[in-house]
């Protein structure tokens, strides 16, 4: 694999790691406005879902830019943090730093990410392990936390059948948001 095709797939994780911690932090529909639960007075926490599609090099060539759908919709984007690295059982690693922005315009603030892929074909690389920590945000997101997990594939834009690079994830997890004044 070359360092250009590594590159190419750290950018596509990055900008789906980034959509799929955007949607952890939106917060979705409005049903995630459910009354806070009883037991825990000071915040309340909903499951999530949804998926992320990004398409690399929108912005720069090793960031990603797209959508998230489910209860985290909006924009999502990626950059990869350095070069993707080789990890055990020919595994390769991608640091990634996501930026959500929901539908509403509240923005989901998340830490910086660890992808671990398993290439599959040439330019296609399988998501084995990808969490995503949201760490707060504006709006609804203010004092959020939450995590999230994805699975998907990433599709480099030198792969040998397609034009350009894609990502497709399925993001499940919690977020809790901070009790209303």
């Not at 990004?54 to 090793?62: I, S, W």
């Not at 084995?128 to 945000?137: A, D, K, Q, S």
């Amino acid at each position: 694999m070359t360092l250009g095709k590594v590159v190419r797939i750290a950018v596509l994780l990055s900008v789906t790691v980034l959509f799929l911690a955007f949607i952890a932090n939106s917060g979705g529909h409005s049903s995630a406005a459910a009354h806070p639960r009883s037991e825990r007075s000071e915040s309340r926490c909903t499951p999530v879902g949804g998926t992320v599609m990004t398409n690399f090099a929108v912005v720069t060539p090793t960031s990603t830019l797209g959508t998230a759908t489910g209860d985290l919709a909006g924009a999502v984007s990626a950059s990869l943090l350095g070069p993707p690295t080789s990890g055990p059982g020919n595994t390769v690693i991608f640091h990634v730093q996501h930026h959500f922005v929901t539908e509403t315009g509240d923005i989901i603030f998340v830490d910086p990410a660890i992808a671990t892929s398993m290439p599959v074909a040439p330019g296609l690389f399988a998501i084995l392990t990808y969490p995503v920590h949201i760490n707060g945000g504006t709006g609804k997101f203010a004092g959020a936390s939450g995590d999230i997990t994805n699975i998907g594939e990433v599709r480099l834009p030198n792969a040998p059948d397609t034009a350009g690079g894609t990502t497709v994830f399925r993001y499940s997890g919690q977020v809790c948001f901070a009790a209303a004044n």
